[in-house]
């Protein structure tokens, strides 16, 4: 966890960041979700590369089907079997 590796506690990012603490703990457990202007100032308060670390999601992402919402998910599945598209 990049977190971890800057060696901040929740509290810590939160001031960096100038946001709440409650905030970093709802983005931890899953509760809330971070666009890309989010995760761009994330990165940097945590010391990260923010390109480096854009890339390394998006490779992960890409070699999980599992990332996609359900109901996305299963569109995307409907869509291949009536175009026979792979």
């Not at 971890?4 to 970093?24: K, S, Y």
């Amino acid at each position: 966890m990049l977190r971890g590796r800057a060696d901040m506690t929740q509290r810590d990012l939160a001031v960096a960041l100038g946001r709440e603490h409650g905030l970093v703990a709802r983005i931890e457990l899953g509760e809330r979700r971070v666009d890309f202007a989010e995760a761009y100032q994330l990165f940097l308060a945590l010391g990260a590369n923010p390109n480096t670390e854009a890339d390394s999601l998006m490779t992960k992402f890409a070699a999980s089907p599992a990332t996609l919402p359900d109901r996305a998910l299963q569109f995307t599945q409907r869509i291949e079997r009536k175009y026979s598209v792979r």
